[in-house]
RNA sequence: GCGCCAGUAGCUCAGUCGGAUAGAGCAAUUGCCUUCUAAGCAAUCGGUCGGGGGUUCGAUUCCUCCCUGGCGCGCCA
């Protein structure tokens, strides 16, 4: 059991035998200075709060009592308005070291999720053409996202929603078209303004052209749908190569059209109708998301038959829960977040209650090289996709960057220093620290020096060792927050924290010209340990962990 | 005009279901490679947590009013 918990577990009974209720809200986290001991409990604050005590005589009872219920406990001090301030012997820190032992690659796991079926949708983007860097953040954050809440025992599926059906994928064959007969000479009009302006379409119709030269004597309208279908394929086969290369897995591709054939929006529209949240007026079929505190109603069929993508969306929805998904998290672009209203307005319309459906909001990234903004125009720029990003910079780097800040707050993708080897750059401090371990014990092998050596956990006593266990035996509460905060960077700041006291420690004593064999032994499982929580953390996030640089 | 997000050290950002003296990296200054990887370590410097009120024993965190920036407010997709 880990600290926090173990601590909790005492001041419960605690609790109990002096006749209160636990207080819920009560935490037990390490405290922001190291002097008042491993960890700091408020109980005794929230619940002097709760039930109008004396909150330093409250925490003075609990403290008698934490101080002879465990010989884990070394040290109980009351402090400042009533804190309880908890010091562990190291007895019990060293044992983090067994923990990550017995557990190896699952590390870190646990099971809050409780095998729930949760789904995970991102990047979804139409495929209309190639993924950008701003996709890329999507991408990055929603597949973390998915590996972090399997990790804490949901059962997860990540997905990708390709919009295959409406007005745009008319654009993209038009866009194509026009471009095969503006290759064959044929049509001297300037291209519109409306039509996908990529020279990724050029070169599409350049392709084709090649393929079939008598292309451009097609009718229009056989024209546009043939260059649709290849088009479509073409650029999509693009998505997948991008994505892959980025390391991003997605375990279902899930088609809009299908839906339509299905006839799945029709049902939904009518059960909405039949539940009545849908209405007729001016010719076209209506939402009343207001009903569930959207600003407006929403239209789902318009006044010329033809449906909203927000008809389509909401079918999408109800069929995600008829998978049995009781989790669903969306991973939308920010510039989307008007439309989080109507989409709840949706799901509490279709009977799911409120908690089950999260989005994940990722700001827009803002490309810079040398500080200085890249112009994100329609021109096909250089550095515009992911794919040159990911060439640029790479997938480990590109990644940590994207994960290591708060998805909804602006980026700055600095592509100098993205491929910069610095602690502007932590990816690789973070790797490194990894890289110097699997360093270690392979001077350690050459040296006849067993990594797999018994070794006494009890000899790791000095203030840098008790500092990695004690963050060692954090990272299952670190991967818990980060589940249930949707929150993929807390893994991002976990691991930079680790890799530091990895590195001072590194700085501060030689494991392999330690004392003795003992000492040695004992120095290697606990990098042995720190090496394995690096790895399990960067493969949260989908970032390699190299073992040599 | 309405709504969402943001404003924390010179720069880039954590922290915010109320807690103790607000953190990290970069930059700047200064040390550390004959010893396990210097892509590293140590030390110094750096703050009215956008501003004003309010709630509280206690507010960067909650409420309210402003200021600034980004985004969104179609029978568009």
Redesign the pocket.
């Known amino acids: 059991m880990r600290a926090s918990e173990f601590l909790i577990s005492l001041l419960r009974r605690a609790t109990d035998d002096l006749g209160y209720a636990w207080p819920?809200?009560a935490?037990a986290e390490p405290?922001?200075?190291k002097?008042?001991?491993d960890l700091?409990?408020?109980c005794a604050?929230?619940l002097?709060?709760e039930t109008g005590q004396n909150?330093r005589a409250l925490a003075e009872e609990l403290a008698t009592r934490l101080r002879a219920a465990s010989e884990h406990i070394a040290r109980v001090?009351v402090?400042?308005?009533?804190?309880?301030?908890v010091t562990f012997a190291p007895s019990y820190w060293q044992s983090a070291v067994l923990r990550v032992e017995n557990a190896g690659e699952a590390y870190g796991a646990s099971n809050i999720g409780e095998g729930r079926k949760a789904q995970v949708e991102f990047v979804s983007a139409?495929p209309?053409g190639p993924l950008h860097i701003g996709h890329g953040r999507g991408a990055a954050v929603g597949d973390s996202l998915a590996r972090i809440m399997r990790f804490a025992g949901y059962a997860v599926e990540a997905e990708y929603y390709i919009?295959d059906?409406?007005?745009?994928?008319r654009?993209l064959g038009r866009s194509i078209w026009l471009r095969v007969l503006e290759l064959s000479g044929k049509n001297a009009l300037p291209f519109p303004e409306d039509c996908y302006q990529g020279d990724y379409i050029v070169a599409i119709a350049r392709e084709m052209l090649a393929a079939d030269q008598q292309l451009h004597l097609s009718t229009e309208e056989a024209g546009i749908d043939t260059c649709y279908a290849y088009g479509m394929r073409v650029i999509f086969e693009g998505i997948r190569n991008d994505l892959t290369d980025f390391n991003v897995h997605h375990d279902v591709w899930f088609s809009e059209l299908s839906l339509l054939h299905k006839g799945a929006v029709e049902e939904t529209l009518e059960r909405l109708r039949r539940a009545g949240h849908a209405y007729e007026?001016?010719?076209?079929l209506?939402f009343n998301t207001m009903a569930f505190g959207d600003?407006?109603?929403?239209?789902l069929?318009?006044?010329?038959g033809?449906?909203?993508?927000?008809a389509s969306?909401i079918a999408y929805h109800a069929n995600k829960y008829e998978r049995g998904f009781t989790s669903i998290t969306d991973v939308w672009?920010?510039?989307?977040?008007?439309?989080?209203?109507r989409m709840r307005a949706a799901v509490a319309a279709l009977g799911q209650p409120r908690e089950s459906f999260d989005v994940v909001?990722v700001?827009?990234v803002?490309l810079l090289q040398e500080?200085e903004q890249i112009a994100m125009s329609t021109r096909a720029g250089a550095f515009e996709t992911l794919a040159d990003v990911i060439k640029e910079v790479g997938t480990d780097a590109a990644r940590f960057m994207f994960l290591?800040?708060?998805?909804?707050?602006?980026?700055?993708f600095?592509l100098s220093?993205v491929r910069q080897?610095?602690?502007?750059?932590?990816v690789?401090?973070v790797?490194?620290?990894h890289?110097?371990i699997?360093?270690?014990?392979?001077?350690?092998f050459e040296r006849g020096l067993l990594p797999d050596g018994p070794g006494e956990l009890a000899l790791l006593t000095c203030e840098e060792e008790l500092d990695l266990l004690r963050l060692l035996d954090r990272l299952p509460k670190v991967v818990e927050?980060a589940a249930l905060?949707r929150?993929p960077?807390?893994i991002s700041?976990y691991l930079?924290?680790l890799?530091?006291?990895?590195?001072?420690?590194?700085?501060?004593?030689?494991?392999?010209?330690?004392e003795n064999r003992e000492l040695?032994a004992a120095?290697l499982r606990l990098l042995r340990a720190v090496g394995q929580t690096l790895k399990n953390g960067l493969e949260l996030l989908g970032v390699s962990a190299?073992?040599?640089?």
């Open positions: 819920d809200k935490l405290p922001k200075d002097k008042f001991g700091a409990a408020n604050l929230v002097a709060k909150p001090e402090a400042g308005p009533g804190f309880l301030n139409n209309t919009n059906a409406g007005k745009q994928m654009t007026e001016d010719g076209a209506w600003d407006k109603n929403r239209v069929r318009k006044s010329d033809s449906l909203t993508y927000f969306d672009g920010a510039d989307h977040h008007g439309y989080i209203p909001l700001q827009l803002n500080g290591s800040r708060k998805s909804d707050s602006k980026l700055d600095d220093l080897r610095s602690m502007d750059n932590p690789y401090y790797q490194y620290a890289a110097r699997k360093a270690v014990q392979r001077r350690a927050d905060n929150s960077h807390y700041y930079m924290e890799a530091g006291l990895l590195h001072r420690y590194y700085a501060a004593h030689q494991v392999l010209g330690a040695i120095r190299p073992d040599s640089m």
